[in-house]
């Protein structure tokens, strides 16, 4: 049953999801828009809304389990930092023609995806084209996990996860660590579309990988890549200056973290890219892709050994093999049952072979489960699916996917699910 709040002026209260609130009365400046009386709102389980009465107002709730309504100590929310950042930004991009870029920058659990929404849902309300980028490919809100993906927003939205993804980009691993390049790469690409498709401002959301090895030299080549006329800096207590000092030719706009934002555990960050990737697998059939290409994998893309050369691999091995193949820098060998390779087996093949480059022994049916991207033009990703099986002889990939349209390729991941979305496994290198 509901309740109902009185708001006041000059006060600020958090909505902390799962609630739906509906406004009876008043103005309030909720998530970068101005809602009035009789607009609703849902807040999601995981997202946290500040409510700013523009007059004195009323509100119903509807609370979930775990969800609040409570009021916030100003010092606790910074909805007036985002509201000046978002300012200039829209006054900025509405001065100018072609497409304002705007990159925001923040550590895990900083209020990235809900910044993105209040500029996203402020620009709107000006009367801007806006789009949104979402790179986050481990906590993914408009596509998949493991994705790149691009949204236009056409109305006012609570939470990123309410966009419908128009475009993808298949990364194919939730962390950028040792995908860098292909980060990038999508940003870069996407960012692109938004513009050549009329997007006025188009807000590029990245993940959280700040510190530790490789991630300042990541995010400062994301920013030189992607060029943004501003970059939002989303802190706590100045995490993010040593990238910052390296993009300081960019404009950037620092603006802080909410003291109240909620950290999110990792089995529950794992349980939500779990029912991400769901989404997009849902209502799965099984297709069968003949002659189409596997990226970003070593299988298929060498020549297929003589059936001499197999039997001799066979006989080195003292296992039934049933595909080989070789390129200048791979051999793949595929074994029916246990692979077993003790006792210098591999480098009595390399000798055997005269071969110097990467072996990789595979059991038959190990790709199973593997997570894949369907890419309808051997750019765009048209979806996600699971390797079902692999005919190497014939050059056959089944695949258990939603989609149905035309395949020119499809790019191999290196996480492993099943198949309702639950992560089996996952690998640091391609693990075809």
Not at 14 to 43: C, H, I, K, N, Y
Not at 223 to 239: F, Y
Not at 354 to 377: P, Q, T, W, Y
Request: aromatic fraction near 6%; glycine fraction near 10%.
């Amino acid at each position: 049953m509901g309740v109902e709040r009185r708001l006041e002026p000059g006060r600020l209260y958090r909505a902390v999801g799962p609630l739906s609130l509906r406004l009876a009365s008043g103005e309030a400046l909720v998530l970068g828009f101005t809602a009035r009386a009789g607009d609703r709102l849902v807040v999601p389980r995981t997202r946290t809304v500040v409510v700013k009465p523009l007059a004195e107002a009323t509100v119903e709730l509807t609370l979930g389990a775990g969800g609040a309504f409570e009021e916030a100590r100003p010092e606790e929310e910074v909805v007036d930092e985002w509201l000046a950042a978002s300012e200039a930004i829209a006054r900025e991009a509405g001065a100018r023609s072609g497409c304002y870029r705007v990159v925001v920058l923040g550590g895990v659990d900083v209020g990235k995806s809900s910044f993105s929404a209040f500029l996203a849902n402020f620009c709107l309300e000006r009367g801007l084209r806006v789009a949104v980028v979402d790179g986050d490919i481990g906590q993914a809100d408009v596509g998949p996990p493991s994705c790149v993906s691009l949204a236009r927003v056409e109305r006012r939205v609570v939470s990123l996860r309410e966009l419908e993804p128009e475009s993808m980009r298949f990364v194919g691993v939730d962390s950028p660590g040792a995908v860098k390049h292909l980060v990038v790469w999508a940003l870069h690409s996407l960012v692109d579309d938004a513009a050549a498709g009329g997007a006025d401002v188009v807000i590029v959301n990245t993940d959280g990988w700040v510190s530790g090895p490789g991630a300042k030299d990541y995010k400062v080549a994301l920013v030189q890549a992607l060029d943004p006329d501003a970059v939002v800096a989303i802190q706590r207590s100045g995490e993010l200056e040593h990238i910052l000092r390296s993009i300081s030719w960019r404009r950037v706009l620092r603006v802080s973290s909410p003291r109240a934002a909620r950290r999110v555990p990792f089995e529950e960050r794992r349980s939500l890219r779990e029912s991400g990737y769901f989404r997009f697998l849902r209502g799965s059939k099984i297709r069968v892709l003949r002659d189409v290409p596997l990226m970003y994998s070593y299988s298929l893309s060498g020549s297929p050994l003589p059936e001499g050369a197999v039997a001799m691999i066979s006989e080195v091995l003292e296992a039934p093999v049933v595909y080989a193949e070789a390129s200048p820098e791979h051999l793949v060998v595929v074994v029916d049952g246990e692979v077993r390779c003790r006792g210098g087996k591999v480098e009595a093949l390399r000798e055997l072979l005269s071969f110097g480059g990467v072996v990789r022994i595979l059991r038959r049916g190990f790709e199973r489960g593997l997570l894949v991207g369907l890419l309808s033009d051997g750019v765009r990703c048209a979806a996600i699916g699971l390797l079902e099986a692999i005919d190497y002889r014939e050059r056959a990939i089944k695949v258990r996917t939603a989609y149905e349209g035309e395949v020119a390729a499809v790019a191999l991941g290196r996480v492993r699910l099943s198949e309702d979305g639950r992560e089996l496994e996952k690998f640091k290198s391609p693990p075809l």
